[in-house]
């Protein structure tokens, strides 16, 4: 088995049909009959949406607008820059073809989407006063607008990430329609603890102090503090999330609220284009640099789970809570326990509920299995551009990581930079393995370490589904097949991202069996060398103690 055994790996709907199916017999004879309710909810709204030309952000706009037609508007957050104005960055936005199935079911659907100038690394939101007064017509809120890069300056991405949302929430409250305000996290926002559940935990500074701290000290003083500041935090991106939750749970008092925190999304299953993906964040990134030849050791504890989640699910799981919460209303969130062992704030889930959108849980995979998976997709469907044939080691043990890079990256990027220079070529690989190093550090922590998941606020809400929102806005993990997932999303790694067809995957296979050959031929040529090298040294000091 690829997967490991699990006594929680149970469906959703398992707690609520004793067979495991997803539908009973009831409700498909019903399903004809029966109309969407989270659509009809959207119907007629007017909605925010921050991060839209984001990946997560995109596919909510994408979504939203094609499984609720009768939407009135979105007001979309758009930075401009100085080479474009909003407009033609918009047109190249819309452009893509992520859009494209949307585009043909509804004609004039981009006249239903309202451009807002802003910045989030500015102070209110860079917006202008006039902008601020349009947008006071909203009734839904989707805040996905963050910095997610791991290694950002501590004072960019707590203006991006919490001052933004601070502030965001202060003109919510100015929003007399406001129905919901949902707020899209990071599952590994209190990675600093093995257990995290769907509640709120303390902060590891407070929203305001940490504004006024990076408004007092220029760049070195904050530089110089930072890993102080972190503690036990991996990265400023976290640390940032972590206290991003607690300024929604201050500022959001009165507002009708949710928190979704997905885990490591990927590219998207089925919905709208299979195995679409705009970015090279986490395992994307690791398995386009094994794909290629380039990344060939790592270090990653193989038999750990590793949290994925596809983006449609994501995406789902979000308009789904936001239709739930919005049907709650609004409480008044009060923190009901402190429990200083844990060091949680407990806060009924009916207050402000929080989602965390994972797989362990239900449908877990490890590490081991997803570098094997991405290995045979790396066969079967080789790069085009290949530098070397595919292979990777995962390893536990830092010494023979850092030894394995010295031999299996630095040595063979000096060789290569070496005769490219030689022959009047640019020398580029050496720099290539300083910039995947940044992204494989970083992403350490979470290849050695394990984390248990609560999820039970996601199953909860599955199980409150029509079977009719339960097709249209699917999120049950456990309903996924992870080997048919890892084919499709790794044909879109390579056709979206590499912009690499399938239709070159036979003269890819041609050149990939040439590289293989390369790659065992030079083994054992090295292995030869290697043996002879001992046989010469173990003479020589057999020959050194005959002479004594």
């Not at 991996?234 to 991003?244: F, G, L, R, V």
């Not at 877990?364 to 290949?386: G, H, Q, R, T």
């Amino acid at each position: 088995m690829h997967h490991r055994e699990n006594p929680k790996m149970t469906s959703l709907d398992d707690q609520t049909c004793p067979e495991g199916n997803m539908f009973s017999m009831v409700e498909e004879s019903n399903y004809f009959n029966q109309e969407s309710e989270v659509s009809e909810f959207f119907s007629g709204r007017k909605i925010l949406i921050t991060g839209g030309s984001g990946f997560l952000g995109r596919l909510i706009l994408e979504k939203l607008l094609r499984s609720c037609p009768k939407i009135e508007r979105i007001y979309l957050f758009m930075r401009g820059k100085k080479q474009k104005d909003m407009q033609t960055r918009f047109k190249e936005y819309f452009n893509d073809i992520v859009f494209d199935r949307l585009r043909e079911e509804q004609k004039d659907v981009e006249k239903k989407i309202v451009l807002i100038e802003s910045d989030m690394n500015e102070l209110n939101l860079g917006m202008s006063e006039r902008d601020s007064e349009r947008i006071k017509d909203t009734e839904v809120i989707f805040h996905c607008a963050a910095s997610v890069r791991f290694n950002e300056t501590l004072r960019f991405i707590i203006n991006v990430n919490v001052r933004a949302t601070r502030d965001l929430l202060l003109l919510a409250r100015e929003m007399p329609n406001l129905k919901v305000f949902t707020y899209v996290s990071t599952a590994y926002s209190q990675c600093i603890y093995e257990r995290i559940e769907e509640k709120f935990y303390i902060p590891p500074f407070k929203t305001e102090d940490i504004i006024k701290l990076t408004e007092i000290l220029n760049d070195d003083q904050l530089n110089f503090i930072t890993p102080e500041l972190l503690g036990k935090c991996p990265n400023t991106y976290t640390y940032s999330k972590a206290i991003c939750e607690d300024t929604v749970r201050q500022y959001s008092r009165g507002l009708p609220t949710c928190i979704v925190r997905p885990s490591s999304v990927l590219a998207a299953e089925k919905d709208p284009i299979a195995g679409w993906i705009n970015n090279f964040y986490g395992l994307t990134g690791v398995a386009i640099g094994v794909g290629l030849g380039i990344i060939r050791v790592m270090n990653i504890n193989k038999e750990l789970f590793h949290d994925i989640i596809p983006a449609d699910y994501v995406v789902n799981n979000i308009i789904v809570s936001t239709w739930d919460t919005a049907k709650k209303g609004s409480i008044s969130p009060v923190i009901t326990n402190f429990d200083k062992d844990d060091e949680s704030l407990t806060v009924d889930a009916e207050e402000i509920p929080i989602y965390n959108i994972v797989s362990s849980v239900q449908n877990p995979v490890d590490w081991n299995y997803c570098i094997l998976k991405l290995l045979e997709v790396a066969s079967n469907m080789p790069f085009s551009k290949c530098l070397w044939y595919p292979f990777f080691l995962g390893l536990k043990n830092e010494y023979f990581v850092y030894l394995s890079i010295i031999l299996l990256h630095w040595i063979p990027g000096l060789i290569v930079d070496s005769l490219a220079f030689l022959v009047g070529r640019k020398p580029r690989l050496l720099n290539i393995y300083r910039k995947l190093h940044k992204l494989t550090n970083v992403m350490n922590f979470f290849t050695t370490h394990q984390w248990e998941f609560s999820n039970d606020n996601v199953s909860k809400l599955w199980n409150k589904l029509s079977v009719v929102d339960k097709n249209k806005f699917f999120f049950n993990i456990s309903d996924l097949d992870w080997d048919s997932y890892f084919l499709s999303y790794g044909k879109g790694a390579r056709v979206f991202l590499l912009n690499d067809p399938l239709e070159t995957i036979n003269d890819a296979k041609i050149f990939h069996k040439r590289l293989r050959i390369i790659h065992y031929t030079t083994g054992i040529v090295l292995l030869i060398l290697l043996l002879w090298g001992l046989y010469l040294l173990l003479k020589f000091l057999y020959a050194s103690l005959l002479s004594f």
